[in-house]
């Protein structure tokens, strides 16, 4: 009779070790914005921005300055995100026809034991792959946000009570959550109430790059004022930081801050004011003053959304981990790219993968504060077009290698001597335009020769 009650008692410790190590894996919230610039954080330098809230989740942990997303849109940079894999590579455009047989973050995590959830804006596949189980995927709610809010509730309140009942519901076991909330994209329209808020700002022009001082030219052109306007657009962003602020609450209060990775970044830079009538994705816009609205900064950084100029693709990467990840830290040395987004979780989640099948890195050590995250292969831009513009980055150059006329001249910039792109060096420097131009040109020769996409998908 001992023999099995020996059995059971060694059953019963290996299934208490089994569970004690499945909740050591660390909890993991990734918070995206849309089309919210490098400094439109009070953190990254804005002027006037109100985001307290994401300035003590970066106190409470590691901002990063040389982040740089995967697209200059919305898709290519989730893309990027969920499978280490550039968005160029896919034949159809994402958005289109999803991921195909890639492997994602989600998938990898949920073999590994971890409830899965993803609420908010969805891009990265047809409506009808919008279901729970994709991607391995447990809950989806991409519809998040999309019912009528509250006159006092920002637009993304609801995304975020989803997601923090997920948590509850999760608490007891390791989950990775998506929370990606749709400000700031158009149609930037907070509530009054939060507008109120930033009654008494008056814009001091001279407080912002000369980047910046583009799109206040813009808006005035177009009969705007830019301190109305900027408002608007500052009120967006606190009704963001303030759900942010609920959730990073609630963490507190289940006992889970210390247990759980949170990220925070933005999908691409900010939008820029359309002179032509149109907003930022090319839609016809109303005969209204909407999209004089985004005022989105990019820092002292130069383009923005659409582009592959330094405003475009370099935003915000903020890491907290307690005890793991070091507070009150910047690192700007350390350059990092969404498509490590995959490789690093599974770094730290103990998920074995074969990093050559993926296009990024490997970039705990940065993450940890362990050392600088240097680069062994280049970041590379590139539209789902055939015979579209391309950019590339490895150490501290960057090309710009256009394809048409209209898209500007061959440019090479020193990065970390000029990141406000400002002196092209292609002239003094041939033999590294070459270099560059060959690695672009090899890159190009493995993508599709013919993509697949939907005209309007490219918000």
Known sequence: MKTPTLLLTLCALLFQIGTAAAQQKPNIIFLLADDSGFADFGCYGHPYARTPNIDKLAAGGTRFTQFYATGATCCPTRTGLMTSKWPASYP????????????????LLHKQGYATGHFGKWHIGPEDQNKPGTYGIDVISAAAGAAKKANTAGRDAPIYDEAIRFIEQNKGKPFYLNVWGHVSHHKVDPPQSYIDKFKDVIVDESKFSAAMQEKFAACKALGGNVSEHMRVYLADILSLDEDIGRLLKRLDEL??????????????????????????????????????????????YRGGKHGMEEGGVRVPWIVRWPGHVPAMRVDEKSVISGADFLPTLCALTGVKINLSDFDGEEASAAWLGKGEHVRTKPLLWKTSSPGSDAAIRDAQWKLMKPTRKKSGELALYDIIADPTETTNLADKHPDVVK???AKVEAWIATLPKEYVKSKDKDE
């Open 92 to 107: 159809t455009y994402p958005a289109d026809g999803g991921f195909a047989d890639r492997v994602t973050i989600t998938e």
């Open 255 to 300: 006992g889970l801050s210390e247990k759980t990775i949170v990220v925070f970044s933005t999908d691409q830079g900010s939008a820029p004011i359309r002179t032509d009538g149109k907003k930022g994705g090319g839609q016809a816009e109303p005969a209204d003053n909407a999209r004089l609205h985004a005022m989105g900064y990019n820092g002292i």
């Open 435 to 437: 270099k560059l131009s």
